[in-house]
């Protein structure tokens, strides 16, 4: 009897962590709709998730930056790209963003960098964005460091990047 009663508790015990009316799942697009926004992009609308080979190409970018291989840096960008900086100036073409970037992060190492978030999207226009949330400390010539933060935005075509928009701060 006692062997009963306690098969019966084992039992009910395992029939009650299952979950007999668990929802499948869906997918994002299968629940999105159209909707009329408030305020009508002006670029791009019903954004979609993007090509997973261009955020690798980010990092990879991001790597080299780092490593200060403006060498390889140079191979992701194409010769008509255009940087709309975080201080409103925009640099057009690859001889003027390699120099920028030699300049600047020839004189700093960047430090304990991390991703936030990473992600590529592609717009009804067919373009194709990777855009990266990340923080680092920057560790200037004079040993100091500071924290920052940044929003950027990477367009792509054919593998390589047409434009970029980029935001930095420094929190407090």
């Known amino acids: ?65 780092f490593a200060k291989d403006f060498k390889t840096v140079a191979d992701f960008l194409v010769d008509t790209v255009v940087f709309n900086m ?20 020839s004189q700093i190492n960047i430090k304990n960098f991390k991703i936030v978030a990473i992600f590529p999207t592609t717009g009804d226009n067919g373009h194709q964005w990777v855009h990266i949330w990340d923080e680092a400390d920057v560790e200037t010539p004079d040993g100091k460091t500071t924290k920052f933060q940044w929003m950027d935005a990477f367009r792509f075509e054919n593998g390589k990047i047409v434009y970029f928009n980029g935001f930095v701060k420094s929190p407090k």
């Open 86 to 105: 975080e201080d409103g100036s925009t640099l057009k073409g690859k001889t003027a963003v390699l120099d920028f970037v030699e300049k600047n992060f």
């Open 1 to 65: 009897m006692k062997k009963l009663i306690l098969s019966l508790l084992v039992s009910a015990s395992l029939m009650a962590c299952t979950n007999p009316t668990a929802k499948e799942s869906t997918s994002t697009d299968e629940n999105s709709s159209t909707v009329e926004h408030i305020y009508k992009p002006t670029y791009a609308d019903n954004v979609k998730i993007g090509d997973q080979k261009n955020v690798l190409l980010a990092e990879q970018l991001h790597q080299a930056m």
